[in-house]
């Protein structure tokens, strides 16, 4: 069960990067850092390292699906609000039981959520959340667990009252998750999703998952990069 | 070589031990039997740790064997092995906590000596510390307290130090000879409401230490009677446990913690 979870957690994670809202606390712009302004349109959410979904199994102990690949693209307007999710990939997933893992996201896109421009010494420059719960996600895993002989179909969405969060960098800021990546990133660590209801649904599904994994994040197209402003 | 004197219900424990963590049944609306499952025995979550990402499991094993050297044991009788996993949502890492492994004694011999009535041996499987899960495998080391009027109160064949390490599978073994492949049974579920799984795990590729303590004050005069009956120490490759099993789990949100 676990093992969907984890699934779950990646995509999610990805969806919060390409959704964008104004906060009413803070005043935040995303800005382009070719043009020095204020950005509306798409953008590019690439893995930097793998992304990790993790979940428990009945009897079985944790399920962990590891992800080469990450992509997704959302759209953004340069005061955080009105995003969405558009696309959604993860491949090349495998996972602890010897086998492969399909993911696949539907309902897109996703709309709601937020940009905060909220920065921390020694840490992010803002956080990306999508609102919970939220009916329309549904990340659905396929997980061939080779040694115990059991292929798992799970669903998973956003059920709780706690928001998805995903940390932000600028690509200036000495504390981002991958020094060796130049660009603007982000960071998913340990964000849950929930099983969600669906006839599909096999009995060893993990009831929740987590997800972990660095992103950088680009215009598309142009590849340029973003700052997270005041 | 195996020892002519064959002792079924120490091995036959052991088994139903391991067999345990695997899985966890509950009563369902089949024709299959299931036992029922108890979670008082739960350990508790460690500081910090969020329910909805720990589980707790309960095993019961009840059929198979355990062949610990020369000694064969059926499993007859049921050993229950409750246990937790839980992972760190940020780091992935696993832990899993055992809450405890519960048996009956079994018979090992009708007389360890060839006297039926008063050097009859009984066996007792005890979880000696350490118990992981890695895809799909079950470790876990147990030992053995045998008991019998001469052999003292302290009469063990392996210790937390020096135990017998099992790590059972679904799948089909790869032995040191002289044993052969032996394959389990995949888990299936038998109930959905609660549910309850069926499998049965195996492993022969493990070795047996020898005998310890055992004798007047555990002072160990008759270790080498317990090692010549059961041959031990016994390398790999002589030694068998097939453990079939039921397994209930609820995470500790499902609990209430």
């Known amino acids: 069960?676990?093992?969907?979870?984890?699934?779950?957690?990646?995509?999610?994670?990805?969806?919060?990067?390409?959704?964008?809202?104004?906060?009413?606390?803070?005043?935040?712009?995303?800005?382009?850092?070719?043009?020095?302004?204020?950005?509306?349109?798409?953008?590019?959410?690439?893995n930097i390292n793998n992304t990790v979904i993790t979940g428990l199994g009945p009897g079985i102990g944790s399920i962990s699906v590891t992800c080469t690949s990450a992509a997704l693209t959302a759209g953004v307007v340069a005061n955080g609000s009105s995003g969405s999710l558009k696309a959604v990939s993860l491949t090349g997933?495998?996972?602890?039981?010897?086998?492969?893992?399909?993911?696949?996201?539907?309902?897109?896109?996703?709309?709601?959520?937020?940009?905060?421009?909220?920065?921390?010494?020694?840490?992010?420059?803002?956080?990306?959340?999508i609102d919970a719960p939220n009916a329309g996600v549904d990340v659905r895993a396929v997980l061939n667990l080779t040694?115990?002989?059991?292929?798992?179909?799970?669903?998973?969405?956003?059920?709780?009252?706690?928001?998805?969060?995903?940390?932000?960098?600028?690509?200036?800021?000495?504390?981002?998750?991958?020094?060796?990546?130049?660009?603007?990133?982000?960071?998913?660590?340990?964000?849950?999703?929930?099983?969600?209801?669906?006839?599909?649904n096999t009995p060893g599904c993990p009831s929740t998952v987590t997800a972990n994994g660095k992103y950088q994040v680009l215009t598309s197209p142009g590849g340029n990069d973003l700052t997270l402003a005041p | 070589m195996r020892s002519p004197f064959r002792r079924r219900g120490l091995v036959a424990a052991t088994?139903?031990?391991?067999?345990?963590?695997?899985?966890?049944?509950?009563?369902?609306?089949?024709a299959e039997t299931i036992p029922g499952f108890s979670f008082s025995k739960c350990p508790a979550l460690p500081a910090g740790a969020d329910p909805e990402l720990w589980m707790c499991n309960v095993a019961v094993i009840n059929g198979g064997h355990l062949d610990l050297g020369s000694?064969?044991?059926?499993?007859?009788?049921?050993?229950?092995?409750?246990?937790?996993?839980?992972?760190?949502?940020?780091?992935?890492?696993?832990?899993?906590?055992?809450?405890?492994?519960?048996?009956?004694?079994?018979?090992?011999?009708?007389?360890?000596?060839?006297?039926?009535?008063?050097?009859?041996?009984?066996?007792?499987?005890?979880?000696?510390?350490?118990?992981?899960?890695?895809?799909?495998?079950?470790?876990?080391?147990?030992?053995?307290?045998?008991?019998?009027?001469?052999?003292?109160?302290?009469?063990?064949?392996?210790?937390?130090?020096?135990?017998?390490?099992?790590?059972?599978?679904?799948?089909?073994?790869?032995?040191?000879?002289?044993?052969?492949?032996?394959?389990?049974e995949f888990p299936t579920e038998v109930s959905l409401d609660p549910l309850?799984?069926?499998?049965?795990?195996?492993?022969?590729?493990?070795?047996?230490?020898?005998?310890r303590n055992c004798g007047l004050l555990g002072l160990g005069s008759l270790n080498w009677a317990v090692d010549l009956y059961a041959g031990l120490p016994s390398r790999a490759g002589n030694s068998a446990a097939v453990f079939k099993q039921y397994l209930h789990s609820k995470t500790y949100a499902e609990m209430g913690s």
């Open chain 1, 1 to 46: 069960m676990r093992r969907l979870s984890r699934i779950a957690l990646p995509v999610l994670g990805a969806g919060v990067l390409t959704l964008g809202t104004a906060t009413a606390a803070l005043a935040t712009t995303i800005v382009d850092d070719s043009t020095g302004l204020g950005y509306n349109g798409d953008v590019a959410v690439t």
């Open chain 1, 93 to 129: 997933c495998t996972n602890n039981y010897g086998g492969s893992t399909t993911i696949s996201v539907s309902n897109l896109p996703y709309t709601g959520g937020s940009v905060t421009h909220d920065p921390v010494a020694g840490g992010r420059d803002g956080y990306l959340t």
């Open chain 1, 147 to 200: 040694s115990i002989g059991k292929t798992e179909i799970c669903h998973y969405g956003l059920t709780t009252t706690t928001d998805l969060v995903i940390d932000l960098y600028n690509k200036t800021n000495a504390n981002r998750p991958v020094t060796g990546n130049s660009h603007s990133q982000g960071a998913l660590t340990g964000e849950k999703l929930q099983k969600i209801s669906n006839p599909e």
């Open chain 2, 15 to 30: 088994a139903l031990a391991l067999g345990g963590a695997l899985f966890g049944a509950v009563p369902a609306a089949s």
């Open chain 2, 71 to 184: 000694m064969v044991q059926n499993i007859t009788s049921p050993i229950t092995l409750t246990y937790a996993v839980g992972f760190d949502g940020e780091t992935g890492e696993q832990t899993v906590l055992v809450g405890a492994l519960e048996s009956e004694k079994f018979k090992v011999i009708d007389g360890i000596f060839g006297d039926p009535f008063f050097t009859a041996v009984y066996a007792k499987p005890e979880y000696a510390g350490f118990m992981d899960l890695q895809g799909g495998d079950i470790l876990i080391n147990l030992k053995f307290k045998l008991s019998n009027p001469k052999l003292g109160s302290s009469c063990y064949v392996g210790s937390n130090g020096d135990p017998i390490k099992l790590r059972m599978i679904f799948g089909t073994t790869n032995p040191p000879a002289p044993n052969q492949p032996i394959s389990g």
């Open chain 2, 196 to 211: 309850v799984y069926k499998a049965t795990i195996v492993d022969n590729s493990f070795a047996v230490p020898q005998a």
